[in-house]
């Protein structure tokens, strides 16, 4: 095989992606949108010559600053370890396909972080002009390392072109340009604006937790400012990733498609996300918008926590829908090349390499072809959707069965791709993690 395997226990290596990206989306989004807001709100402050609530975000800034950027980080790197780890190969051909984004990536980055520490340790000495354009260049460059990575994660789904099918021309930007670009660009910057007053929401709910009429009038008066403020990007985030939802549900293809329709899982995923952002619609409505003074902690945290549910079933989702391929139409969930397949099944799966032997006792044998073939999706005998429990009952001819078809009829998974004898040793391993009773 081209790379050695990694094995998580349970959770399985891919899962184990799933939660470091969700973790990574929270505050990626939020760097984003954050940004956009503060670079708004900052000239709105200065444009209404109002210092009370220009100091707001400049210690809205700081919680900014400090979160996105050291967590960020760490997040963002925790990706590409664990990627590197669980689908090299996936990994290596997108580096090769999309280098040229990558490099384009790393240079906003460094204007971001710039351009981040810039805007809050100069906040005031600074001249206001240029502090808003600093800060505009912020949230323009964040921006755009949204659009970058959201042209590659996009492409892993459908790498159909947008104008010109990338399979046919090796061009990076037919790559970029793919069909799901757009919406997902939309639903991505819908996201982070509304993300981004979530924890507006949540940072100012706790600094003014104490804050009421009676004791402070003042600040009441500026909480209240902030909260109502906020309550238009709010509206319209939900408004820009629920049009995006359906400009991307009406792109997918008939194949996802039909993932989406078969999986219980997703179909209750989805009805949570629509159920959610109704939710959310609701509550801003009869509260920032309707009733400012009734936002307290609690409220935000609702509201938080509703939000980044939300997110976390929209990434499931569109993470799910891609299987059986790790990067659509190229690299399988199987860690081989998809015009490999039919090669494969007559000179074997497995490949000697440097760093490993393969085993000549037919179990183990088979526990490899399995780490390989089966470990992206499925654990062994015990956590997410272990093969032993799915194969509680069945005998070897079963099992040898099931595998011979193992893309029909259930489409999420890729066609059997090894020997017979290849198919043989799986089986007995199988057989080995099959629940006893
Ligand atoms: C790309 C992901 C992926 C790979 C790789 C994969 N599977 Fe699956 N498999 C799935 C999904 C998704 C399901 C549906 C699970 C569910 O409904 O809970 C499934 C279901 C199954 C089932 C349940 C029976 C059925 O057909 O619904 C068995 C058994 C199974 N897989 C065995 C295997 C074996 C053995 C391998 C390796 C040779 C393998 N799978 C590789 C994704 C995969």
């Given at each position: 095989?081209?790379?050695?395997?990694?094995?998580?226990?349970?959770?399985?290596?891919?899962?184990?992606?799933?939660?470091?990206?969700?973790?990574?989306?929270?505050?990626?989004?939020?760097?984003?949108?954050?940004?956009?807001?503060?670079?708004?709100?900052?000239?709105?402050?200065?444009?209404?010559?109002?210092?009370?609530?220009?100091?707001?975000?400049?210690?809205?800034?700081?919680?900014?600053v400090?979160?996105t950027?050291?967590?960020?980080?760490?997040?963002?790197?925790?990706?590409w370890?664990?990627?590197?780890?669980?689908?090299?190969?996936?990994?290596e051909?997108?580096?090769?396909?999309?280098?040229?984004?990558?490099?384009?990536?790393?240079?906003f980055?460094?204007?971001?972080?710039?351009?981040?520490?810039?805007?809050?340790?100069?906040?005031?000495?600074?001249?206001?002009?240029?502090?808003?354009?600093?800060?505009?260049?912020?949230?323009?460059?964040?921006?755009?390392?949204?659009?970058?990575?959201?042209?590659?994660?996009?492409?892993?789904?459908?790498?159909?072109?947008?104008?010109?099918?990338?399979?046919e021309?090796?061009?990076?930007?037919?790559?970029f340009?793919?069909?799901?670009?757009?919406?997902?660009?939309?639903?991505?910057?819908?996201?982070s604006?509304?993300l981004?007053?979530?924890?507006?929401?949540?940072?100012?709910?706790?600094?003014?937790?104490?804050?009421?009429?009676?004791?402070?009038?003042?600040?009441t008066?500026?909480?209240?400012k902030?909260?109502?403020?906020m309550s238009?990007?709010?509206?319209?985030?939900?408004?820009?990733?629920?049009?995006?939802?359906?400009?991307?549900?009406?792109?997918?293809?008939?194949?996802?498609?039909?993932?989406?329709?078969?999986?219980?899982l997703?179909?209750?995923?989805?009805?949570l996300?629509?159920?959610?952002?109704?939710?959310?619609?609701?509550?801003?409505?009869?509260?920032p918008?309707?009733?400012?003074?009734?936002?307290?902690?609690?409220?935000?945290?609702?509201?938080f926590?509703?939000?980044?549910?939300?997110?976390?079933?929209?990434?499931?989702i569109?993470?799910?829908v891609?299987?059986?391929?790790?990067?659509?139409?190229?690299?399988?969930?199987?860690?081989?090349?998809?015009?490999?397949?039919?090669?494969?099944?007559?000179?074997?799966?497995?490949?000697t390499?440097?760093?490993?032997?393969?085993?000549?006792?037919?179990?183990?044998?088979?526990?490899?072809v399995?780490?390989?073939?089966?470990?992206?999706?499925?654990?062994?005998?015990?956590?997410?959707?272990?093969?032993?429990?799915?194969?509680?009952?069945?005998?070897?001819?079963?099992?040898?069965?099931?595998?011979?078809?193992?893309?029909?009829?259930?489409?999420?998974?890729?066609?059997?791709?090894?020997?017979?004898?290849?198919?043989?040793?799986?089986?007995?391993?199988?057989?080995?993690v099959?629940?006893?009773?």
């Amino acid at each position: 095989m081209y790379y050695p395997w990694w094995y998580v226990p349970g959770l399985t290596a891919p899962m184990l992606i799933a939660v470091i990206a969700v973790i990574h989306v929270f505050v990626s989004h939020y760097a984003v949108g954050g940004g956009i807001l503060i670079a708004l709100e900052n000239q709105f402050a200065v444009k209404t010559k109002d210092k009370p609530y220009r100091d707001y975000w400049h210690n809205h800034a700081r919680f900014f600053v400090l979160l996105t950027v050291a967590f960020g980080a760490i997040t963002g790197v925790g990706i590409w370890w664990t990627i590197a780890l669980a689908s090299p190969l996936a990994t290596e051909m997108l580096i090769r396909t999309f280098v040229f984004g990558w490099a384009i990536e790393w240079v906003f980055f460094i204007v971001e972080i710039i351009a981040a520490f810039l805007m809050y340790y100069f906040w005031t000495r600074l001249p206001e002009k240029t502090h808003i354009i600093i800060a505009w260049i912020y949230a323009l460059a964040a921006w755009i390392s949204l659009v970058l990575i959201t042209g590659i994660t996009a492409f892993m789904l459908d790498s159909r072109g947008l104008f010109v099918n990338w399979n046919e021309t090796g061009n990076f930007w037919h790559a970029f340009f793919n069909i799901q670009f757009l919406p997902q660009t939309l639903i991505r910057t819908g996201a982070s604006i509304l993300l981004a007053s979530l924890y507006v929401f949540l940072h100012a709910a706790w600094l003014f937790r104490n804050v009421n009429v009676a004791n402070d009038p003042l600040n009441t008066q500026l909480f209240n400012k902030i909260v109502q403020r906020m309550s238009r990007p709010l509206i319209f985030g939900i408004v820009t990733v629920l049009l995006g939802v359906i400009w991307w549900f009406v792109l997918l293809s008939p194949n996802v498609l039909l993932v989406m329709e078969r999986s219980v899982l997703l179909n209750i995923l989805l009805v949570l996300f629509f159920g959610l952002s109704g939710l959310m619609t609701l509550l801003i409505i009869l509260g920032p918008i309707l009733n400012p003074r009734s936002i307290n902690i609690g409220f935000a945290l609702c509201l938080f926590i509703f939000g980044l549910t939300a997110l976390a079933s929209a990434e499931f989702i569109r993470e799910a829908v891609r299987k059986p391929w790790i990067v659509d139409q190229v690299v399988l969930g199987n860690q081989i090349y998809a015009n490999e397949v039919k090669e494969r099944q007559t000179t074997g799966f497995l490949r000697t390499s440097y760093w490993q032997q393969l085993p000549t006792e037919k179990v183990r044998l088979g526990g490899m072809v399995f780490m390989y073939h089966c470990n992206n999706c499925h654990a062994t005998n015990h956590g997410l959707s272990a093969v032993g429990p799915l194969l509680y009952g069945e005998n070897k001819e079963k099992i040898v069965e099931t595998i011979k078809n193992l893309n029909q009829p259930n489409i999420s998974m890729p066609p059997w791709s090894g020997t017979d004898e290849e198919l043989d040793a799986l089986a007995e391993f199988l057989l080995t993690v099959q629940p006893v009773n």
